[in-house]
């Protein structure tokens, strides 16, 4: 018989064939002459309905267990399916000890339950699904990108700098070895400190000086001392760089179609996943991907933004102030007060921003061509900048935050054919949770870095 995995045999139409799938028992109805099963592998949502006679029933084959079944395909007469699989043998491959199974049977555990197991939570129908999804959207990330011309670039893990300035490093050193005393560039395998990367920002800056648009998709690292429901230590970027752009627009222009290529692939490409979550997995806010997906995203300026917080007769925990940071209540507020769908905040202070943000030059306000992309149920989901191209400007910047000696490489950048440019970067946990409507970040990642959790 011909080996088929469970997405082929359930769409294939032309029944008669003899086939074997190889897969997890979801399911188990034992009647006087038949016995019925459930087969998923993962392949899809869907599982293979498999009916064999009550003789083939086994004691290993229960719930859980990894089975290979053979028999022939034929046109199912319940609903809900358009094949079924008559079973002339089924072996069990592996068997599960259901008495300690974290999973029942027929039970649809919640995303909080099942995340206590990282190691198991894939034999549930809800993390199957998120890892197909997401896997897609890999996929289709890479795909937008290619089609725009726009390079990959490998950015490093380990670095040298501190791209965003905000401290949030893990630095890198040799395990299990006492420092040793003596010369300090003896005490660091690099001969200098290195850290997680918390960007590669700087690095697709590099090569964009010779190519016209860059990209990188990668592990990111920030140690974050929160257990909040959207940050991670370590979650994927998908970074931007593009020269000769003069605009903000212009890096506006990418985000949006970035977000609405890979969510019409995600439509297209796993309905039935996307609508699991959507149907089942209750989220605590109402997300509307079509609504997003059908209006324009909104612009406003930081300085409007801050207008609107004030004159909100909602009362917030922190007061909106101009000049300082919008904290999360006061996005989510923002989106909601815009129509619910993703909104551009434009032009925020000087001071907020790391120095390699574009100067307005309008003071006294001072603002900098900055981007942020506000998204539903979620806040903050991309952050992105015009780059200061101008040497003197960026030069002054740099000596003021005492940091010229270590990016002298940086500014070299804006001595050998310098371009204007800007870049954005966009958390793909994020983004995951704002497409599915799912709360916690965790929820999104096979296996979930936070502080004090690095389980496996
Ligand atoms: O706004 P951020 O810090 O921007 C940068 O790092 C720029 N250097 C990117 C660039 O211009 N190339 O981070 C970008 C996005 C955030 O908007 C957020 O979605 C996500 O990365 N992010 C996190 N996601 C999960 N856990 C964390 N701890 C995150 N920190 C940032
Ligand atoms: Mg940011």
């Known amino acids: 018989p011909m080996k088929l995995r469970i997405c082929e045999a359930v769409s294939r139409l032309d029944v008669g064939s003899k086939i074997t799938v190889q897969g997890w028992v979801r399911s188990v109805r034992l009647q006087k002459q038949n016995l019925f099963l459930h087969v998923n592998d993962g392949s899809c949502l869907q599982s293979l ?39 002339t043998q089924i072996d069990v491959v592996g068997e ?6 974290p999973f029942k049977i027929k039970e649809r555990h919640d995303l909080e339950y099942i995340r206590q ?3 198991l939570r894939c034999r549930t129908n809800t993390f199957s699904s998120l890892l197909r999804i997401r896997s897609q959207a890999t996929t289709a990330i890479h795909s937008y990108f290619e089609e725009k011309g726009f390079i990959q670039v490998h950015t490093p893990v380990v670095t040298s700098n501190d791209c965003e300035g905000a401290g949030e490093l893990f630095q890198v050193e040799l395990a299990g070895q006492e420092k040793k005393s003596g010369q300090e560039e003896d005490q660091h395998f690099f001969s200098v400190p290195a850290y997680l990367t918390v960007s590669g920002q700087l690095h697709l800056e590099c090569i964009a000086g010779a190519f016209p648009g860059v990209y990188s998709f990668g ?20 970074e931007a760089e593009i020269s000769f752009t ?12 970035l977000f609405r290529s890979t969510t019409e692939h995600l439509l297209a490409r796993c309905p039935d996943d996307v609508a699991l979550f959507h149907k089942h997995v209750k989220p605590r806010h109402n997300i509307n991907v079509d609504l997003m997906m059908k209006k324009r995203f909104n612009v406003i ?26 904290q999360t209540e006061h996005e989510k507020y923002l989106v909601k007060h815009c129509g619910n769908v993703p909104l551009f905040v434009t032009d925020y202070p000087y001071t907020l921003k790391p120095f390699y943000a574009r100067d307005n030059l309008d003071l006294p306000l001072h603002t900098v061509s900055a981007v942020d992309l506000l998204v539903p149920g979620v806040g903050e989901l991309c952050g992105g900048t015009l780059r200061e191209e101008r040497l003197e400007l960026l030069k002054k910047r740099l000596e003021l935050t005492g940091l010229d000696e270590t ?19 966009m958390g793909f946990e994020r983004y995951l949770q704002c497409v599915l409507g ?19």
Not at 219 to 238: D, G, I, K, W
Not at 246 to 256: D, G, N, R
Not at 438 to 456: A, E, G, H, Q, T
């Open 219 to 238: 592990p990111t690292f920030r140690a974050e001392n929160s257990q909040s429901r959207r940050h991670l230590a370590e979650f994927y970027m998908v």
């Open 96 to 101: 599960c000890n259901t008495v300690d199974f």
């Open 301 to 326: 300026t930081y300085t409007e933004a801050i207008d609107i917080l004030n004159s909100s007769s909602q009362t917030f925990a922190f007061k909106p102030d101009w000049g300082f940071d919008l």
């Open 407 to 425: 990016y002298g490489w940086y500014l070299d950048l804006r001595q050998f054919g310098s371009v204007p440019h800007g870049g954005f970067g």
């Open 246 to 257: 003069q605009t903000l627009e212009s890096i506006m222009k990418v985000m949006e179609d």
């Open 117 to 119: 197991f990282p190691h």
């Open 438 to 456: 799912v709360d916690n970040i965790k929820d999104v990642i096979p296996f979930p870095r936070y502080s004090r959790s690095c389980l496996l």
């Open 49 to 87: 309905q498999v009916v064999a006679s009550a003789a083939l029933n086994q004691r290993l084959l229960t719930f859980g267990s990894a089975v290979a079944v053979s028999g022939c395909l034929v046109k199912s007469p319940s609903r809900g399916q358009e094949v079924e699989l008559q079973a």
